[in-house]
């Protein structure tokens, strides 16, 4: 099995910043696309960005021009650069991620254990 670990969540005031890091780990494994989701208390889950394994990014318009997903393909992990931080962006936030042991067919879906981000003054 492949596992998503994430870290980099925290408390932080508005307008702060903040990275958040999710790593693969196993043995032998390929990885397609990555992306972070995010919580908040009585909310749906929503996508906050997503990264091709080719470098294409997209972004949920509430985090455009102030978070930047970006993936480290020889670390095998996947980073959320979080600038201008507000309020509104307090959730737990999950590393979601396509990965394919070697040797399988198929694809899996995998998720990182979620970490929380607290945005307040």
């Known amino acids: 099995q492949v596992q998503l670990v994430q870290s980099g969540g925290g408390f932080v005031q508005p307008g702060g910043s903040l990275r958040l890091s999710c790593a693969a780990s196993?043995?032998?494994?390929?990885?397609?696309?990555m992306g972070w989701y995010r919580q908040a208390p009585g909310k749906q889950r929503e996508l906050v960005a997503t990264?091709?394994?080719?470098?294409?990014?997209n972004y949920a318009d509430s985090v455009k021009g102030r978070f930047t997903i970006s993936r480290d393909n020889a670390k095998n992990t996947v980073y959320l650069q979080m600038n201008s931080l507000k309020p509104e962006d307090t959730a737990v936030y999950y590393c979601?991620?396509?990965?394919?042991?070697?040797?399988?067919?198929?694809?899996?879906?995998?998720w990182g254990q979620g970490t929380q981000v607290t945005v307040s003054s």
């Open positions: 979601n991620a396509n990965v394919r042991p070697d040797g399988r067919l198929a694809w899996k879906n995998t």
């Open positions: 990264i091709t394994s080719g470098g294409r990014t």
């Open positions: 196993g043995t032998a494994f390929s990885i397609n696309d």
